[in-house]
């Protein structure tokens, strides 16, 4: 049988595997909910399934409180160690970087243009400064030392703006939902003849995608200055 893959665990010292069919495991930890029948290869708990080893009842009770294979093996299939085949690690580096990619270009921008980089030049400078992404992490956890990195390749500053917004009453309600969404409301005052103002916080970088939004929504009537 060569078409399962490992998830390990490890408790006070004590080694635990379980194996499973790669794409259902790899589904299961994104989130998306799957029978274990569907994702198990066999419902043994292994010390070392290469060699077919197994725990004793003692050292199963002691590490999960239970002997039950089931209940086991989605305790390991939650908090173990997920052995990716080549083809989803790729996958899953590939996906991390769009998310990333995204995250950046959201949140900098060009401090000479005071706009977001596009994402294909992120892209490029991730590529030509040799970035490596972790596909287990999370986004917030290392785009910190990815932007360092980026630095010393395309200008790259994290800055806030303030934006004073006047909407027309039949649009204020519809875009206020919006400007709770993409930023800080910092003053909101709506008007006797039901028109909202406001002075709303984002992101330098989120600036494009607000006027967008508000823009279609208020068919281009709502007017949006930057504070100095």
């Known amino acids: 049988m060569t078409d399962y893959t490992l998830v390990r665990y490890s408790y006070e010292g004590e080694k635990f595997e379980i194996m499973v069919k790669p794409d259902p495991a790899l589904d299961y930890r994104l989130g998306k909910k799957k029978d274990l029948s569907a994702i198990l290869v066999?419902?043994?708990?292994?010390?070392?399934?290469?060699k077919g080893t197994r725990p004793t009842a003692e050292k199963l009770l002691h590490a999960f409180k239970t002997e039950d294979p089931a209940e086991i093996a989605e305790i390991i299939l939650k908090k173990g160690d997920l052995n990716l085949t080549t083809d989803q690690r790729r996958k899953m580096i590939e996906e991390k970087k769009k998310q990333i990619v995204t995250f950046i270009a959201k949140t900098y921008v060009d401090p000479r243009t005071h706009l977001?980089?596009?994402?294909?030049?992120?892209?490029q400078a991730m590529k030509d400064g040799r970035v490596s992404i972790d596909p287990h992490k999370t986004v917030d956890e290392q785009v910190k030392?990815?932007?360092?990195?980026?630095?010393?390749?395309?200008?790259?500053?994290?800055?806030?703006?303030?934006?004073?917004?006047?909407i027309p009453a039949q649009y204020a309600?519809?875009?206020?939902?919006?400007?709770?969404?993409?930023?800080?409301?910092?003053?909101?005052?709506?008007q006797n003849n039901g028109s909202l103002k406001a002075i709303l916080e984002i992101p330098a970088a989120a600036r494009p995608n607000v006027i967008d939004k508000l823009g279609s929504i208020t068919k281009g009537s709502a007017t949006v200055e930057v504070m100095k």
């Not at 066999?42 to 290469?50: L, V």
């Not at 360092?148 to 004073?164: D, F, G, H, Y």
């Not at 709770?180 to 003053?187: D, E, F, Y």
């Open 42 to 50: 066999s419902d043994e708990i292994y010390t070392d399934a290469s």
């Open 116 to 123: 977001p980089h596009p994402p294909l030049r992120i892209e």
């Open 145 to 166: 030392d990815i932007v360092e990195k980026l630095r010393s390749i395309i200008a790259l500053k994290s800055e806030n703006l303030k934006l004073e917004i006047t």
């Open 173 to 190: 309600s519809q875009s206020y939902a919006v400007l709770k969404s993409v930023g800080s409301l910092n003053k909101e005052e709506w």
